[in-house]
């Protein structure tokens, strides 16, 4: 048996309160090719020739191809005086210095890079690899400072292949000062060979030089940009993507919040500085700032929420600081300084959050929970001050993150001591994250194996089903809210998602499989059922900010097609929804002790189902994930709400196989999307087939119009 679920519109009252369209939310961070070019569109690293970053990991590594900022590619040589991950162009013995100065870099620790030109050596200079949206566009803009010693000095700008084919190629003759260019550089054609031969890219920028006589030039501050960018800056497949896949809110934040001096990011960008990124490595431009991100928010259609760092080094005094240059009117100081950086009207952001995962030693500003609710009062205070309409949400702990524990091997008790310390007063909602990893020591994989008399897949389907344990946990924290005065406590579950950890040649639920499409689709029915707390979500998966690098990068998923099949109705101006509780029975698994945070549950359905309805109480739209990942099951419905004139239609997202990978980037190709109408019985019944691993989406509408 499947799933029996009784669906009543007589007797089940639909909840008081209503599903909240910010539960589709993304969540988004500065850490590399994610904002430059997945946002800002710049296809240059280290454009400013600055000192690289490289955070030394705890494996005592630091090398930079070892960070995620960095430009993906493995095999970049580090080069003597030459600026990473640039690479040489020509003749390489002593031509590269980095020298201190220039036009733009790190806050009193600027670098500019000079290349030697040597007598009768040719073309000397630097390039880098990179990819470009060809698909898109043929048109690129390239900005640049440079300058060149008394000799006659040709700089010659190009876009070649891989092989050092020169496809798009501009001269010009340098002055002796430093002097911004700009260059349009056209390709003749798009690239054949896109993820073909190379997981990288098919393309470098190259800025070479010859003289007159010996000599050297200077290069600083480099920019590539699409010649379709939006507003010159943005890029607009990401943009396109977002709009698509119907992304409601976007959380900027994350472990960078912890560091990050809002400051650094407003007025024009000549103006700001390169930081070293401590958090991930690499180096930050800051060009993707307050303004740029808000008026981001603005062309995608998504309410943006904005994560003040906690530190001694980011004061609340900072913070209110950040609130009125963000919502301030013109008479305000910092609300006339963003009307000076060319913003007059307040943006009126109402989301805000202080720290980000603060119990952890990663973060910068970490401590413990009672100094932490206890300083987080006075941002709370001052933030308010500024502008009582703001909601701030505080950073939680995941009631199951025993990692960081102050109780070694026990659930955090953060969440506990911020209700007590704190309380409804200073606290107007609690983040919370949720990564559904599984057993991270690949030494007890094969142990949890033989110890429940299971395989990979069952593995795999316990992951897969933690929403609903996951769900039991929010139940939990809400209880215990409940006792410290919130009715009811606001949830934002900042980032979450399924990142399976997996022994070699297993199936893996991964993002590019429909088993992950069931996690995604199971979370959203907790947050719906959850709904009177869950009031914000935001999923990390990086695919919608786009950028053609194939590393740590992948096509768009089924989990996005399965948010946006979530989303839709939510954006409807037409009507709201309620939450409608279902009658169910069917068949359920018990989930043994996977690792450290899942614990054992009985009773775990295969057919997970939400269902919400109208305002107007004529539709009901059902969603279910059959987390079953080796049979399929079929889902019988029955209730009063079918009628003579009832009309029902099903969307039902699946594959071949729960574990097929998609991997193609413009077509649909590793998974099905199928509408059709439901047949109803005269009794009142319906029925249909759900294939392992799969979702569904079954839209009833009580009347025809």
């Keep these: ?242 709009k698509q896949y119907r992304v409601t809110t976007l959380r900027w934040g994350g472990n960078y919040a912890n560091e990050y001096n809002w400051k650094d990011g407003i007025g024009p960008w000549e103006q700001r500085c390169v930081r070293d990124n401590q958090n991930w490595g690499g180096l930050e431009p800051n060009y993707f700032g307050t303004n740029e991100f808000l008026r981001f928010c603005q062309i995608v259609g998504a309410e943006p929420l904005l994560n003040v760092g906690f530190s001694y080094d980011l004061p609340p005094e900072l913070a209110a600081d950040w609130v009125e240059y963000v919502n301030g009117d013109e008479t305000t100081p910092m609300g006339r300084l963003r009307a000076e950086h060319g913003y007059p009207e307040p943006w009126g952001v109402k989301l805000w959050q202080v720290g980000n995962e603060s119990y952890g030693d990663y973060q910068f500003g970490y401590t413990n929970s009672i100094d932490f609710s206890r300083r987080i009062q006075t941002y709370y205070s001052m ?172 096509p768009v998923n089924p989990g996005n097609d399965t948010s946006r099949l979530y989303a839709e109705p939510f954006l409807r101006e037409d009507t709201r929804w309620r939450h409608l509780p279902l009658e169910t029975e069917g068949s359920a698994f018990a989930m043994p002790q996977t690792w450290v945070r899942i614990r054992p549950m009985d009773d775990v359905p295969h057919v997970d189902a939400a269902a919400v309805i109208s305002d107007r109480q004529d539709e009901i739209i059902l969603f279910l994930a059959n987390r079953d990942m080796q049979d399929a099951h079929t889902v019988r419905l029955q209730g009063d709400w079918a009628g003579e004139q009832t009309e029902a239609s099903l969307l039902l997202q699946y594959s071949d196989s729960p574990f097929l990978v998609h991997a193609q980037w413009d077509r649909r190709t590793g998974y099905h999307l199928n509408e059709s109408a439901l047949a109803i019985t005269s009794a009142g019944c319906a029925e249909f087939v759900m294939p392992a691993g799969s979702v569904a989406r079954l839209h009833m509408r009580l009347e025809v119009w």
């Design 1 to 242: 048996m499947g799933l029996h679920t009784t669906v009543r519109t007589g007797s089940a009252e639909p909840s008081s309160w209503y599903v909240d369209k910010r539960i589709f939310g993304k969540f988004f961070e500065m850490n590399g090719r994610d904002t430059y070019p997945g946002i800002i569109e710049d296809c240059i690293a280290n454009g400013s020739f600055e000192n690289w970053f490289s955070k030394r990991k705890k494996d005592g590594t630091n090398l930079p191809w070892m960070m995620r900022t960095e430009i993906m590619y493995r095999d970049t040589p580090l080069t003597p005086g030459l600026a990473y991950p640039w690479e040489p162009a020509g003749s390489t013995d002593g031509a590269f210095e980095q020298r201190d100065g220039g036009v733009h870099g790190k806050q009193g620790q600027k670098r500019f890079q000079r290349v030697k030109i040597g007598e009768g050596t040719g073309r000397q200079g630097i390039m880098q690899r990179i990819t470009l949206a060809d698909e898109r566009t043929l048109e690129y803009c390239l900005r640049f400072y440079a300058r060149a010693s008394g000799a006659v000095t040709r700089l010659y700008t190009a876009i070649e292949d891989k092989a050092g084919a020169t496809f798009a190629e501009s001269s010009i003759v340098l002055g002796e000062q430093w002097k911004r260019y700009e260059v349009k550089l056209t390709l003749p054609r798009a690239t054949e060979f896109r993820y073909k031969d190379s997981p990288f890219g098919e393309y470098r920028l190259s800025l070479t030089a010859d003289a007159d006589g010996p000599g050297w030039f200077d290069l600083d501050w480099v920019m590539l940009a699409s010649g379709d960018a939006v507003e010159e800056i943005y890029n607009p497949t990401t943009i396109e993507l977002l």
């Design 383 to 554: 933030m308010k001050q500024v502008d009582p309409g703001i909601t701030i949400i505080m950073a939680g702990a995941d009631p199951m993150y025993v990692d960081y524990s102050e109780i070694p091997g026990e659930p955090p008790i953060w969440n506990r001591r911020m209700f007590e310390t704190a309380g409804p007063d200073y606290i107007d909602g609690l983040d919370i994250h949720q990564y559904t990893r599984g057993i991270r020591d690949e030494g007890l994989r094969q142990d949890w194996l033989t110890a429940n008399q299971a395989d990979p897949v069952f593995y795999n389907q316990v992951l897969v089903s933690y929403p609903t344990q996951y769900e039991a946990n929010i139940i939990e924290l809400k209880k215990l809210a409940e006792r410290h005065g919130f009715n009811p406590l606001i949830l934002e579950i900042g980032e979450w998602n399924l990142e399976p950890e997996t022994e070699g040649g297993w199936p893996k639920a991964e993002y590019e499989t429909m088993a992950h499409a069931c996690y995604v689709s199971s979370m959203l029915n907790a947050f719906i059922r959850q709904g009177d707390a869950v009031k914000y979500a935001y999923q990390r998966d990086n695919t919608l900010y786009y950028r053609a690098y194939p590393v740590d990068m992948r």
